[in-house]
């Protein structure tokens, strides 16, 4: 048994897709001794695909639907450091799961592609970590090819983010004149060896820079902000590092930055108590459930993501959804290529937990079951559609897969209070595709998806009266969740703006806690 606990540094990467990614998550690994080639993570997600044939979308469209957790040591002043890498999908749609992996991470890498500046996506993911005061380190990445003048890169994140920003490595003469990256902290360079422009480890204390970029760099230096660790944590500045994740420049330094900088486990909210680190017994709460990991068993596994205590194999947890405790025996904990049976876990790892369907987004696990985390949202669907199957015979079978698919937070399903059709709702275009191909595949229904006529939902609150009388008026557009929750569907942004403005008894939410 260790006696001493490594910190931990639980993390997302966020980014456009292209922007670098995958690269610069196999660079980080690579570095952490995870992985000892290039190629591996690539190589893994064919694996993977080829193993979760029932996902036949992520095949046929050539992408990683669902997302991961990738853990790896390495040392820092002396210290060796777990850091857990939790991975997003890759894809321009967002889900939810994007969404939900945000709410188990203490601080975000940004990855930014310099010659192509922040994407809208990139930006309403940040927004996300903005909401949950997430703090970001920003990587602007391919430093090594022609971009754009890295000035403009920094006042657009300045600009478009409203966030200070603190240049922390520059790159010196990027595109074909590259010279290397300079570090504002330690004033080293890191130059590229040879024709290849790759950095193989070689760092210059006093290296003479061409004079032309001088000036260049002294200007970034002194007209930015200083780096301030308050402001950072807070969520107020950004630090930049420029690098190239393909050529291997300022990775050690980013995995440096995280190490130094990003916060620790962070306490978590339930309802008016923030549980920490060294609450007194072992809690967390799912942040994501994925079904039929393996087409052989019709288990799921639920990503816990630890807030306190120490997590010992065997141990029995309550998820609040159920009221009565489950034995944990076989945890997973996820490494670059392996999965691992777990022994011991400590707050800021994410474990695995298997289960047949026990387990609910949202649901916080705890030894006591006393207390339940807050502040893990739904999100309001920006796309609704009407089911519509095409064996009506199998209405019952339909019923069961929205339920289930909804419960693992592919979609969110809404039962009209007024017959007709099931509407599922979306924040993202892939959710749809996803769910037909579920559908056909782990329930054998057929369904079709067409338009309804809805735009957006919101979820009701308010005292009983206002809510009986809303309802009793407004039938044709209010449905309920998979909870019972009653739901207003609004044909427009507007009409929401407008029933809000007629109902100030009632609260017309976004988002709903689960
Ligand atoms: P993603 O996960 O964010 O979608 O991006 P990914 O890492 O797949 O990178 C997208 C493309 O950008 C890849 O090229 C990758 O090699 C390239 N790239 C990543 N980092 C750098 C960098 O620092 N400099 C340069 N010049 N290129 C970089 P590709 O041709 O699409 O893929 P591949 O043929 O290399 O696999």
Redesign the pocket.
């Given at each position: 048994m260790s006696t001493s606990v490594n910190p931990r540094r639980t993390f997302a990467i966020i980014?456009?897709?292209?922007?670098?990614?995958?690269?610069?998550?196999?660079k980080l690994l690579l570095q952490g001794g995870a992985i000892h080639l290039a190629g591996e993570v690539?190589a893994r997600g064919q694996a993977r695909r080829a193993r979760s044939d029932w996902m036949k979308i992520e095949q046929q469209r050539g992408i990683s639907v669902t997302s991961s957790v990738m853990t790896f040591e390495k040392e820092h002043e002396g210290q060796a450091i777990t850091f857990n890498l939790l991975d997003t999908p890759?894809h321009e749609d967002f889900s939810e799961d994007t969404y939900r992996t945000l709410t188990a991470v203490d601080s975000a890498i940004m990855?930014i592609?310099a010659a192509k500046g922040i994407e809208p996506q990139t930006r309403k993911l940040f927004e996300v970590c903005r909401l949950r005061s997430v703090p970001i380190i920003t990587f602007v990445?391919?430093?090594?090819?022609e971009g754009r003048d890295p000035f403009e890169t920094l006042d657009e994140v300045a600009d478009m983010l409203a966030l200070d920003v603190s240049p922390q490595m520059w790159p010196i003469g990027m595109g074909g004149l590259f010279e290397g990256i300079l570090d504002f902290r330690t004033g080293e360079v890191a130059r590229p060896e040879g024709d290849s422009k790759e950095y193989l480890g070689k760092r210059e204390a006093n290296a003479t820079i061409p004079e032309q970029y001088v000036e260049e760099y002294e200007l970034a230096q002194a007209g930015y902000p200083e780096f301030d660790l308050e402001a950072y944590r807070n969520g107020d500045l950004t630090p930049v590092y420029f690098?190239?994740?393909?050529?291997n420049?300022g990775v050690e330094e980013l995995i440096d930055a995280i190490a130094r900088y990003a916060p620790p486990p962070r306490p978590q909210p339930a309802g008016e108590q923030q549980i920490t680190p060294d609450h007194d017994e072992v809690t967390g709460f799912i942040f994501k459930v994925q079904a039929n990991m393996d087409p052989m068993h019709r288990d799921r596994i639920a990503f816990m993501r630890q807030v306190s205590g120490t997590f010992k194999r065997g141990m029995k947890l309550t998820p609040s959804g159920l009221g009565k405790p489950i034995a944990v025996h076989s945890p997973i904990l996820f490494f670059a290529q392996d999965r691992e049976i777990a022994d011991t876990a400590e707050p800021g790892d994410i474990i695995g937990i298997p289960n047949h369907g026990t387990l609910r987004v949202g649901d916080t696990l705890s030894e006591k079951n006393q207390i339940r985390f807050t502040g893990l949202p739904n999100f309001a669907p920006e796309i609704l559609r009407r089911v519509q199957l095409r064996d009506p015979t199998k209405t019952k079978q339909l019923r069961k897969a929205l339920d289930d698919l909804s419960e693992e937070g592919v979609i969110q399903v809404f039962y009209p209070v007024i017959g007709g059709s099931s509407i599922v709702g979306v924040v993202g275009q892939l959710q749809l595709e996803v769910l037909i191909s579920r559908l056909e595949a782990e329930y054998k229904v057929e369904a079709a998806l067409e338009a309804s006529p809805f735009a957006t939902a919101r979820w009701l609150k308010g005292p009983d009266a206002a809510l009986d009388d809303f309802e009793r008026f407004n039938q044709g557009n209010l449905a309920r969740d998979r909870d019972g929750d009653l739901v207003f569907m609004a044909k427009s942004p507007w009409d929401v703006g407008y029933q809000e403005e007629k109902n100030p008894d009632l609260k017309f939410s976004a988002t709903k806690e689960r």
């Amino acid at each position: 048994m260790s006696t001493s606990v490594n910190p931990r540094r639980t993390f997302a990467i966020i980014s456009h897709p292209d922007a670098g990614k995958t690269t610069l998550t196999e660079k980080l690994l690579l570095q952490g001794g995870a992985i000892h080639l290039a190629g591996e993570v690539k190589a893994r997600g064919q694996a993977r695909r080829a193993r979760s044939d029932w996902m036949k979308i992520e095949q046929q469209r050539g992408i990683s639907v669902t997302s991961s957790v990738m853990t790896f040591e390495k040392e820092h002043e002396g210290q060796a450091i777990t850091f857990n890498l939790l991975d997003t999908p890759g894809h321009e749609d967002f889900s939810e799961d994007t969404y939900r992996t945000l709410t188990a991470v203490d601080s975000a890498i940004m990855v930014i592609d310099a010659a192509k500046g922040i994407e809208p996506q990139t930006r309403k993911l940040f927004e996300v970590c903005r909401l949950r005061s997430v703090p970001i380190i920003t990587f602007v990445n391919k430093v090594d090819r022609e971009g754009r003048d890295p000035f403009e890169t920094l006042d657009e994140v300045a600009d478009m983010l409203a966030l200070d920003v603190s240049p922390q490595m520059w790159p010196i003469g990027m595109g074909g004149l590259f010279e290397g990256i300079l570090d504002f902290r330690t004033g080293e360079v890191a130059r590229p060896e040879g024709d290849s422009k790759e950095y193989l480890g070689k760092r210059e204390a006093n290296a003479t820079i061409p004079e032309q970029y001088v000036e260049e760099y002294e200007l970034a230096q002194a007209g930015y902000p200083e780096f301030d660790l308050e402001a950072y944590r807070n969520g107020d500045l950004t630090p930049v590092y420029f690098g190239s994740a393909l050529k291997n420049f300022g990775v050690e330094e980013l995995i440096d930055a995280i190490a130094r900088y990003a916060p620790p486990p962070r306490p978590q909210p339930a309802g008016e108590q923030q549980i920490t680190p060294d609450h007194d017994e072992v809690t967390g709460f799912i942040f994501k459930v994925q079904a039929n990991m393996d087409p052989m068993h019709r288990d799921r596994i639920a990503f816990m993501r630890q807030v306190s205590g120490t997590f010992k194999r065997g141990m029995k947890l309550t998820p609040s959804g159920l009221g009565k405790p489950i034995a944990v025996h076989s945890p997973i904990l996820f490494f670059a290529q392996d999965r691992e049976i777990a022994d011991t876990a400590e707050p800021g790892d994410i474990i695995g937990i298997p289960n047949h369907g026990t387990l609910r987004v949202g649901d916080t696990l705890s030894e006591k079951n006393q207390i339940r985390f807050t502040g893990l949202p739904n999100f309001a669907p920006e796309i609704l559609r009407r089911v519509q199957l095409r064996d009506p015979t199998k209405t019952k079978q339909l019923r069961k897969a929205l339920d289930d698919l909804s419960e693992e937070g592919v979609i969110q399903v809404f039962y009209p209070v007024i017959g007709g059709s099931s509407i599922v709702g979306v924040v993202g275009q892939l959710q749809l595709e996803v769910l037909i191909s579920r559908l056909e595949a782990e329930y054998k229904v057929e369904a079709a998806l067409e338009a309804s006529p809805f735009a957006t939902a919101r979820w009701l609150k308010g005292p009983d009266a206002a809510l009986d009388d809303f309802e009793r008026f407004n039938q044709g557009n209010l449905a309920r969740d998979r909870d019972g929750d009653l739901v207003f569907m609004a044909k427009s942004p507007w009409d929401v703006g407008y029933q809000e403005e007629k109902n100030p008894d009632l609260k017309f939410s976004a988002t709903k806690e689960r």
